[in-house]
């Protein structure tokens, strides 16, 4: 199965500029120069930084002229110490700008070093729910550019991302309006290595992304198409992208699928990552498998009442069921089929986390734009049966 428009090069500009298309990633040290850089500091996590796609990146900017240094220091969560960390390898290294490459850890950790890196401004100081921070004009955020490496985080176009308070053992989301990334480049060459494993893990993440943007309440018909043509792409393409992981048009087309997806939830995300955020906080999980899991509770909780929403996600997807229970049904074979765990409590979550995970959950950004309101009891409930037996 193939899709010829998944193998041509393409350039949009919305909402920041993307260049998409197998092998653009040699057009980088161009780029870079065309923006007047000279020594960009690439940020990328623990797993990542002996990748091939480390030393091409470096290749190129060598190519053209352009100096570069590395930070890999970033955790599976990002932690606030670890940021700290890129801060002073940006300062020490006089670097101009920040590539972020790899998966949503490096993402959000490229993203937390350039909220920081020309300022003193404590990073809590950018978390979501605080007024932006005033930045001053002659200490402007570095340049970034983004280079997704897994299709599932989707968080290449905006500045938003998710670090772990050490001393809280929560996650907060951090931003400022201020900062958008300059480029986002998406080469499907990068993720043809990903093992079947982190594909089915990444790309549940980008359908938890298109489907939760999409229940969140409120008219928003640019997220709600993005999110309705995201879960269409996703659940189209990631099962050929686990079962056959060399196909080029079903890495490109979960690329662009997720990259939607990620646009989408600038509308909002819910419970299910309310959740997944603060069992990654404590138990350093991965975070597209935590939302797999966590996923089908979420849904029951979630969906009765919202069957015209239910109707449409399900056409989306190609089903003719369009119940609640149906849409459900279709979620958890989709799950199986490409072998994510029925349980928190298998990749190693105790029951006794419960209350705390619970209470934390709610305090958590997401769960502000979750479609249906939960009590801590509830909320309680659902992360029990999603560490007892989610489905």
Not at 287 to 312: C, Q
Request: charged share 20%.
């Amino acid at each position: 199965m193939t899709n010829p428009e998944f193998l041509e090069p393409q350039d949009w500009t919305f909402p920041i500029p993307i260049a998409y298309g197998s092998g653009r990633l040699s057009e980088i040290g161009q780029r870079c120069a065309a923006m007047g850089l000279s020594n960009p500091l690439i940020v990328t996590d623990k797993g990542s930084r002996d990748l091939p796609f480390i030393s091409q990146l470096h290749e190129y900017l060598a190519e053209a002229g352009l100096s570069s240094g590395i930070f890999s220091d970033i955790s599976p969560n990002p932690r606030d110490d670890e940021i700290g960390a890129g801060r002073e390898a940006f300062r020490s290294g006089n670097h101009d700008a920040i590539i972020a490459i790899g998966g949503g850890s490096a993402m959000d950790g490229g993203k937390a070093v350039c909220l920081t890196a020309r300022n003193d401004i404590d990073l809590w100081a950018f978390e979501w729910e605080k007024s932006p921070t005033d930045i001053d004009t002659d200490q402007p955020f570095p340049t970034l550019i983004t280079i997704p490496t897994t299709a599932g985080t989707g968080a290449e176009t905006e500045s938003t991302a998710m670090v772990t308070h050490t001393g809280k053992g929560m996650k907060f989301c951090i931003c400022h309006p201020d900062l958008k990334p300059s480029l986002a480049l998406l080469d499907p060459d990068l993720t043809v290595g990903l093992p079947a494993n982190l594909t089915a893990w990444t790309g549940v993440d980008a359908m938890v992304h298109a489907i939760e943007a999409y229940c969140v309440p409120g008219f928003h018909p640019l997220c709600d198409g993005l999110a309705l043509e995201g879960l269409a792409l996703v659940t189209k393409w990631l099962p050929i992208a686990v079962r056959d992981p060399a196909n080029l048009a079903a890495r490109g087309g979960m690329l662009v699928g997720s990259c939607l997806a990620g646009i989408a939830f600038q509308k909002g995300l819910g419970h299910v990552h309310a959740i997944s955020h603060m069992i990654g906080a404590e138990f350093n999980t991965q975070h597209g498998l935590t939302n797999a899991i966590v996923l089908p509770v979420v849904l029951r909780f979630n969906l009765p009442g919202m069957e015209s929403k239910v109707k449409r996600m399900a056409h989306a997807m190609g089903h003719e069921e369009t119940s609640v229970d149906g849409f459900v049904a279709k979620i958890e074979q989709m799950l199986d089929d490409i072998n994510i765990p029925h349980s928190l409590s298998e990749i190693g979550i105790t029951a006794d986390c419960a209350a705390r995970i619970a209470e934390k959950a709610l305090q958590d950004s997401a769960a502000g734009t979750n479609p249906r309101t939960a009590s801590i009891t509830e909320m309680r409930t659902l992360v029990e049966t999603a560490i007892g037996k989610a489905r």
